[in-house]
T-cell receptor, first 116, second 113 residues
């Protein structure tokens, strides 16, 4: 499968636990984006990363959320001390380079986080 | 932040009917993308429109970009149950040259057999 791979597809956590979501971009893509989808808010940008660099994290909550894209391995979105409001679908998307002129993205199937 | 308004929010039709969904903004779009998202899946890009007045066709789907580049429509002819899904329009966030997109709230389409 050459598409964007996300895991786990479903994750259940209790309040106060940590959630780690992983994303492997499409082959040949070096730009990764994370988006969050809440029923009442729609799909919202969180963060844009390249290998070993955070380029734009303007959509990330100021606390408890962090993201990385190491030189080797997948990108990881980490949520510490989860709360019920963190329950959502988290989507990773990738693109081959910074600017395709129109910002076209290829999305993964998402990781659905449920906080009990 | 550019806001995208999509209408209608919900659409429930019978197989074989035609439908149109709309995406509007008070600001000019640099470009506009349409995605379809099926339940439990991620959004899949359908088309990108760039030029005012542009019309693109994808089988039974026709996408139109307004002359002033402030609105767009998606028309589906002879809808089929496989067209069921969430249709999202999106545009690149102002001032960015990368994939930081602003999405509309979407139109949930249900096509009944």
């Amino acid at each position: 499968n050459a598409g964007v791979m996300q895991n786990p597809r479903h994750l259940v956590r209790r309040r106060g636990q940590e959630a780690r979501l992983r994303c492997s971009p499409m082959k040949g893509h070096s730009h990764v984006y994370w988006y969050r989808q809440l029923p009442e808010e729609g799909l919202k940008f969180m963060v844009y990363l390249q290998k070993e660099n955070i380029i734009d994290e303007s959509g990330m909550p100021k606390e408890r959320f962090s993201a990385e894209f190491p030189k080797e391995g997948p990108s990881i979105l980490r949520i510490q001390q989860v709360v019920r409001g963190d329950s959502a679908a988290y989507f990773c998307a990738s693109s081959p380079r910074r600017d395709r002129g129109t910002g076209e993205l290829f999305f993964g199937e998402g990781s659905r986080l449920t906080v009990l | 932040t550019q806001l995208l308004e999509q209408s209608p929010q919900f659409l429930s039709i019978q197989e074989g009917e035609n439908l149109t969904v709309y995406c509007n903004s008070s600001s000019v779009f640099s470009s506009l993308q349409w995605y379809r998202q099926e339940p439990g899946e991620g959004p899949v890009l359908l088309v990108t429109v760039v030029t005012g007045g542009e019309v693109k066709k994808l089988k039974r789907l026709t996408f139109q970009f307004g002359d002033a580049r402030k609105d767009s429509s998606l028309h589906i002819t002879a809808a089929q149950p496989g067209d069921t899904g969430l249709y999202l329009c999106a545009t690149r966030a102002g001032g960015t040259s990368y994939g930081k997109l602003t999405f509309g709230q979407g139109t949930i389409l249900t096509v009944h057999p």
